[in-house]
Each structure stands twice: as C-alpha cells, then as structure tokens.
C-alpha cells in the first residue's frame, strides 16, 4: 500500500479563496483524522470520521471549515473563505478503529494564504 | 486535551542510549500508550505502542510502569537520524468508536556525534 495520500503537497493561496485538500486514506482503515499544525500550536486534532461518518468535530476552529468523506476511500477538508492565520500544515491520517492499532500519517500539506 | 506531559528537550550521544520519559498519570485502564516521532516537518511517524506489559519492536522499546502512570521510550543506539520530535500520546476513548489521539508537545530529541 502506498499509504496516506495527501495532495496537493503544497499551496498557496490569496485571502478569501477556498481552498480544498484532499486525502485517501489506507485502504481498509475505517477511521480518519484531520491535524493542524503550526510552530504556536503544535498538532490540533480537527475531526474525526469512523466509517465515513464524523463523530467529533469539537477542533474544528470555525464554520469557514468544513470536511467530508462520501466514501472510505476519499476526504476533503475545505476552507472558505481562507484567511492568512489558516497557513499551517494540515496532515491526514487513518487507523482501524480498535484502540490497539497505530494511526498513519500523510506527508501533509503546506497552507500558505497571502 | 493531551494527557501527557513529556520534557521540553533532551541531548543523547551518538551511539548510547536514549530514554524519553512520560507522565501520564491519569490514563484509564483501556486506554493505550503510544509512541510517534516527528522529522523536520515531515508526518508523524508511529514507533511503537502498549498497555500494560513492556514492548519491543526494530525501532524501539516501551517501558510501562506498574501503575500505568509513566512510561520511557528506549532507542538502544542513537543515531543521528534519530534527531526529531518524539510524541507520547494516549489513545482516548470513551466509547469503542471515540478513540482518538491527541497530541502534546512532545520532546526534542537532539542526538549529538
């Protein structure tokens, strides 16, 4: 398998666009994780999906984000309208839901908003 | 909502061992430990985990109190590849299907030749 996959590896962006990344999980894994991260805050858990359903968005950080997942193969995390305190790294992973296995992590990717 | 506290920063030695310690002293009984390291600003990559009993695996070896309420990380030899973040996580879970894993600070590990 060739992991999670994240795309695109980099973005730039100017205020007020939306911007959307994209993740596909490891095939098989039924939960999903969206991260934030930034040199003040660290690693933020924005939401999490079990079996394609969000269970816990509480880290979402306002209603200009929003995240789906139509299938257990693909997600999004989408951000409208952007601002340039959203500039982070963003990092997707996904697990099996039973609390004895590991989570993988995408290679991310770089937000900047100008 | 981390429940864990690790030290700021260590140094090890090129070559000796490194041993990264973690407090978690209000872990449930169903409740996970695990290990992840994070290089420049690559993703985080797992190293290990446990529960109760000691783990080894080719990267690394958990040491898990009686208790439960702390931990170490050993890498036997460091390297200086070995240089990164190095994350104590639990997994929380109130219900089977609410297992996530925060996060803290973590512990720069700084392995010098």
């Known amino acids: 398998d060739a992991g999670v996959i994240q795309s695109p590896r980099h973005e730039v962006t100017e205020m007020g666009q939306e911007v959307t990344l994209r993740c596909k999980p490891i095939?098989?894994?039924?939960?999903l994780f969206w991260y934030r991260q930034t040199m003040m805050r660290g690693l933020e858990l924005l939401i999490y999906?079990?079996?394609?359903?969000?269970?816990?968005d509480s880290g979402m950080p306002e209603d200009r984000f929003s995240a789906k997942m139509p299938n257990a193969s693909f997600s999004t995390l989408k951000i409208q309208p952007s601002e340039p305190r959203d500039s982070a790294v963003y990092f997707c992973?996904?697990?099996?839901?039973?609390?004895?296995?590991?989570?993988?992590f995408g290679q991310g990717t770089r937000l900047t908003v100008v | 909502d981390a429940k864990t506290t690790q030290p700021t920063s260590m140094d090890c030695a090129e070559g000796r061992a490194a041993n990264l310690p973690c407090n978690h002293s209000?872990?449930?009984?169903?409740?996970?430990v695990y290990w992840y390291r994070q290089i420049h600003s690559q993703g985080p990559q797992y190293i290990i985990h446990?529960?109760?009993n000691n783990e080894t695996n080719e990267m690394a070896s958990l040491i898990i109190t009686e208790d439960r309420k702390s931990s170490t990380l050993i890498l036997p030899h460091a390297t200086l590849r070995d240089t990164a973040v190095y994350y104590c996580?639990?997994?929380?879970?109130?219900?089977?299907?609410?297992?996530?894993?925060?996060f803290g600070s973590g512990t720069k590990l700084n392995v010098k030749p």
């Open positions: 209000t872990i449930s009984g169903n409740e996970y």
């Open positions: 999906f079990n079996n394609n359903v969000p269970i816990d």
């Open positions: 446990g529960l109760k």
């Open positions: 095939s098989g894994h039924n939960s």
């Open positions: 996580i639990v997994r929380v879970g109130l219900l089977y299907n609410f297992n996530k894993f925060y």
């Open positions: 992973a996904s697990s099996f839901t039973e609390m004895n296995t590991e989570a993988f």
